[in-house]
């Protein structure tokens, strides 16, 4: 089967699909020709997301749904079923960043992240997994980070909800392969998208501000879709050289491990100065 025919016709659901890497996957599938749901909690950003593939017609439709409350992912997602008639796959991928010191972290900000980086995809995965069970087969792609498989200092509140998802994730592949359906995990590293202007509560703070190695967004989609058509499990991206830091960190290798200790100083003389990594 080919990369396009994995998706020709598929119903997909795409949450935090009005930006970033939401945006660019929804844009790949709808070019392999899927029927792509475009899912977000703001009617407005969702209607002007998926404005912008009119040229697809019927095959972009628009999900409004807020993922950090189970109610409503459940019905959104009931609602698909409903309408469509099945649901092939589901990416999971509405989240937020954080890169603090753990010492500034209140109660609230660990709520704020957990909500939407973990409970969120615990919402997606409970509702759909019944379905596709019924169906006999479907592919929950769940967006982890590299921060869920190498631990970067600085990030203990993002990094432990990515461990979590990264975790949940390749159980469940384990779990459900003798039922027909799949799993995979993405775990982005630096990718050029409104994420690294947006604060744990998921608003925009400030002028956005993308690392120069920002792997483009759009390249990330492409590579993603690839590898999921293919099954993979952890899908790393990009490739390079961060599955080779991956494996590194896994092995031990003291060349990792000095180099996040070098990220370590490096932010922590950044928040010292009073700004920001980022």
């Known amino acids: 089967m080919t990369d396009s025919e994995y998706y020709r016709n598929k119903i997909c659901i795409v949450t935090g699909a009005n930006s970033g890497i939401g945006y660019a996957v929804s844009a790949e599938l709808l070019k392999r020709g899927a029927v792509v ?3 977000g909690r703001n009617p407005g950003k969702i209607s002007k997301a998926a404005e912008d593939f009119s040229s697809y ?9 807020d993922v950090t409350k189970e109610k409503d992912v459940r019905e959104g997602i009931a609602r698909v079923k409903a309408e469509a008639g099945s649901i092939d796959l589901l990416f999971n991928n509405a989240g937020v960043g954080g890169t603090i010191p753990f ?14 980086n973990i409970w969120s995809v615990i919402y997606g995965v409970s509702a759909a997994v019944p379905i596709m069970l019924e169906q006999g087969s479907g592919h929950i792609v769940n967006t982890s980070s590299i921060a869920g498989i190498v631990p970067p200092p600085f990030q203990a509140l993002y990094s432990l909800t990515k461990y979590g998802v990264t975790g949940m994730t390749e159980c469940l ?4 392969a003798e039922k027909g359906l799949r799993f995979s995990t993405i775990c982005p590293a630096n990718i050029a998208t409104p994420i690294f202007n947006k ?28 590898r999921v058509s293919e099954n993979r499990g952890i899908i790393v991206v990009p490739e390079e050289p961060y599955t080779d ?22 932010r922590r003389e950044a928040f010292e100065k009073g700004g920001s990594y980022f």
């Open 37 to 39: 749901y475009m899912a």
């Open 57 to 65: 017609g019927d095959n972009v439709r628009k999900l409004v749904m």
């Open 103 to 116: 010492d500034r972290a209140t109660i609230d900000d660990w709520r704020n992240i957990i909500d939407t």
């Open 173 to 176: 592949k384990y779990e459900y």
């Open 199 to 226: 604060g744990i509560d998921g608003e925009a703070k400030g002028e956005l501000r993308i690392p120069d190695d920002a792997y483009p967004a759009d390249k990330a989609a492409s590579l993603i879709l690839d």
């Open 245 to 266: 830091m991956w494996k590194g960190y896994v092995l031990g290798e003291p060349v990792i491990e000095d180099e996040l200790y070098k990220m370590a100083r490096q």
